[in-house]
């Protein structure tokens, strides 16, 4: 079969099994990168960089595109699940499982707590408030050198190898082993997520984003829809952090700077925020230009700007958008 | 394509039969057949990963062209052992991330032999980390604090520059003598300022001085308040801890607020690229210099002078001179090992001494064994504006302090351990 005619085939498919057919094509991606992506210039750490921020990206979106709120201040609970991790391995335990649990309960909780307080606004002072709550957690994590190591960040702790029974998986040396350790993290992460979007309440958020008077009107709870969907993408960010500190093996202040909450709404503006995997792709795209156009130029963030606004100007609905938008069509 | 129009139009259906037919042709006729190459053919690789961008910006740019000074003049040369050197340069944009992500980058992709980085002490620290976990020898030419060769030292890891309390050391005394004991610092809030400011505490609390300090970001512009704080502590000296872009704001504004008249100023370093950037009221104080261009009679001086002069107009720093030692002592540790294993080259580097077209300097400058930090001389003296006929010369040396002199061993905490 030629492409062009499985491409037509697949259009043709009724849409449950054209989601089914792009799942499974998106999972063998991800499954096949380390083999392919030395191919195209990239290494495997890159790939794990990708699958870590995409699931942050994911997260955040969780609250941007089902949820129709905008934080830009999501890096903070991200950087409360890399010192999370990072405080455990150097501190307490050397426990990667432990480390994980940590760094995303204290992400996760502090989402809980501030959303809280963040999910009686609205529009711009939602925005405003989530930045202000970020910049607290940034500057703590700035001055308090003690515990955190201040600006040259938390150093000392490794990942540790996981032991189940009689295997052990050597995720402190291999790559590649790592890489698929954090791919099944990333797949149960993202497997709640769709089970929870897919869930009555997952399509509550989805009336919250459209129209919060009429969803006010069909008697449901919109701050507190909005506070549990803060909270959940919280949890799931701080899932990511814990990882992203796995991958590293140091935790610092930029993991919860607000620039890098503008990178991962850039990621999932980019890639699509009304679809499932465009964070992802926006993701990929972020991450593989910045590392190709940096070891280009000095003015490698003035590509990655650029392209963020021809995708904003052309593409409104973002990369995945694309499709969505011709078959609407 | 749309219905009922005319099958002979090239529709999308065709150009993605016609782009899969070309990729299928193509994967046929381009890819190259499989040929071993002979190892002279294989380039040796080294990475560099510096800020190139944000307020360090300013010596990481020096130090990169001195590093490209120095492979120019090996390739020409014949490269090493025959083969030509390739330098891959990334810029860690002055955050701790990136230049992790950088140092994998070199690493990983572009499998470099050795890897080099960074003027920032955090990331330093941060890369250097990596490098170990990775099993590549690491040396920093220019980041600063202690740990890196101090009780945080590794076999694979070595420095070129000074430690914090090696410079602090060099001029604690001087400044004692030149202004008195009451001192005001101005420190970044990360390792390098930490470290540098608690050498000079110790020094100046053992002279029986007092002090008073201000922590501020690393990339903090404006001093006003800082100032107006030092100036109500009335202080013999003010210490400026600052480094780059935030070291030359600092200065202009010691010099706008008059405040040249009312203390002395001075600190661990004071850099030709800041120096350069200030204007001449503020060209003043007494600092260190890991390296100074003006060394009448020493051999081969006037020429790497001569080159980077050449090359890049610019007057030669200790930050040129920084890179152009980092690829030679690459360069010479791989070919008295001869071979590429970390473990062969770091044992090849431990103790081994410079040549003098490297050095650069009188004496013996060699890289420690026990800490592996290089071991050259501290140039101490004062910054004062330039003579009309020699506008690169606003530096005279009081004094040449020995590095080991500065930080003997025993006070480094480094207990060298190597892999068996």
């Known amino acids: 079969m030629s492409l062009a005619t499985a491409a037509a085939a697949a259009e043709a498919l009724p849409s449950a099994q054209r989601r089914l057919l792009a799942t499974a094509g998106v999972w063998i991606i991800l499954i096949a990168a380390p083999f392919w992506m030395p191919l195209v210039g990239g290494y495997t750490d890159l790939g794990t960089r990708v699958i870590v921020l995409g699931l942050a990206a994911m997260s955040l979106n969780f609250l941007l595109g089902y949820t129709g709120m905008m934080s830009f201040g999501h890096a903070a609970y991200f950087g409360l699940g890399v010192y999370g991790a990072g405080l455990i391995l150097k501190d307490v335990t050397a426990s990667t499982p432990l480390a994980l649990v940590a760094g995303t309960l204290l992400g996760g909780i502090a989402g809980v707590v501030f959303g809280r307080l963040i999910a009686r606004t609205r529009g ?5 408030i989530t930045i202000a709550f970020q910049q607290i957690l940034y500057y703590v994590a700035y001055k308090w050198n003690g515990v955190t ?15 189940l029974g009689p295997l052990v998986l050597n995720i402190r040396s291999n790559d590649l082993v790592f890489y698929y350790f954090v791919l099944a993290i990333f797949a149960l992460a993202v497997g709640a997520m769709g089970l929870i979007l897919r869930s009555p309440f ?5 009336a919250v984003r459209e129209n919060q008077r009429r969803a006010r009107f069909l008697g449901i709870d919109v701050n507190r829809h909005v506070w549990l969907s803060f909270s959940v993408s919280a949890f799931f960010i701080a899932i990511a952090g814990a990882l992203y500190a796995l991958l590293n093996n140091f935790a610092d202040p930029s993991s919860m700077y607000y620039v890098l909450s503008g990178q991962f709404v850039i990621m999932a503006v980019m890639g699509g925020m009304r679809t499932f995997w465009g964070p992802l792709l926006g993701a990929a795209v972020f991450v593989v230009l910045q590392n190709y156009f940096s070891s280009i130029t000095l003015n490698w963030l003035f590509f990655v700007g650029l392209l963020f606004v021809l995708v904003v100007m052309f593409f409104p609905r973002g990369l995945l958008g694309i499709f969505q938008r011709r078959r609407a069509a | 394509m749309v219905e009922g129009k005319p099958s002979g139009r090239l529709g999308r259906r065709r150009i993605l039969q016609a782009g899969a037919a070309l990729g299928a042709v193509g994967a046929v006729q381009v890819t190259s057949p499989f040929i071993v190459k002979a190892l002279g053919e294989v380039p040796i690789k080294f990475g560099y990963e510096d800020p190139l961008t944000g307020s360090l910006s300013i010596v990481a740019i020096s130090e990169i062209q001195g590093a ?15 083969r030509q050197l390739v330098l891959y340069v990334e810029d860690s944009a002055n955050d701790v991330g990136t230049g992790v992500e950088k140092e994998r980058l070199l690493i990983d992709k572009y499998h470099c032999n050795i890897t080099f980085g960074d003027v920032n002490s955090g990331i330093a ?4 980390q990596v490098a170990t976990e990775k099993g590549v020898l690491h040396i920093v030419p220019g980041g600063h604090t202690d740990p890196i060769t101090g009780k945080d030292c590794t076999w694979n890891v070595f420095r070129i520059c000074n430690t914090t309390s090696m410079d602090a050391n060099a001029i604690s005394n001087i400044l004692i003598k030149k202004y008195g004991k009451r001192w005001y610092f101005v420190t970044p809030d990360y390792a390098y300022g930490h470290t540098l400011q608690a050498a000079f505490i110790k020094d100046l609390k053992a002279a029986g001085g007092t002090y008073e300090y201000a922590l501020l970001p690393i990339a903090a512009s404006d001093f006003s308040a800082t100032l107006i704080k030092a100036k109500a502590f009335k202080p013999n000296v003010l210490l400026n801890n600052m480094g780059g872009l935030a070291q030359i704001d600092l200065m202009k504004q010691f010099v706008e607020f008059g405040m040249e008249k009312e203390m002395g100023l001075g600190g661990a370093l004071y850099e030709v690229e800041e120096i350069v950037a200030v204007p001449a009221a503020a060209q003043t104080g007494w600092w260190d210099m890991e390296w100074w261009w003006n060394q009448p009679g020493v051999p081969h001086v006037a020429e790497f002078v001569a080159a980077i002069k050449k090359k890049y107009n610019k007057i030669a720093s200790a930050r040129h001179w920084f890179g152009y030692v980092a690829m030679y002592s690459g360069k010479l540790a791989i070919e008295k090992a001869k071979s590429l294993k970390a473990i062969d080259l770091a044992h090849a580097l431990a103790g081994m001494e410079l040549p003098p077209e490297v050095a650069l300097q009188p004496g013996k400058v060699f890289y420690r064994a026990g800490d592996h930090q290089l071991m050259p001389n501290i140039f101490a003296g004062e910054v004062h504006p330039p003579p009309a006929n020699n506008p690169g010369n606003f530096f005279t040396v009081a004094e040449m302090v020995s590095a080991e002199k500065a930080w003997p061993l025993a006070d480094t905490g480094c207990h060298m351990k190597y892999p068996a």
């Open chain 1, 149 to 163: 190591g201040g600006f040259d960040g938390l150093r000392g702790f490794v990942r540790q190898p996981i032991h």
């Open chain 2, 125 to 128: 620290y941060a890369v250097a």
């Open chain 1, 202 to 206: 997952g399509r509550t958020l989805l």
């Open chain 1, 124 to 128: 711009v002072a939602f925005a405003m």
């Open chain 2, 68 to 82: 490209k000074l120095a492979v120019e003049e090996i390739n020409k040369k014949g490269g090493i052992m025959g």
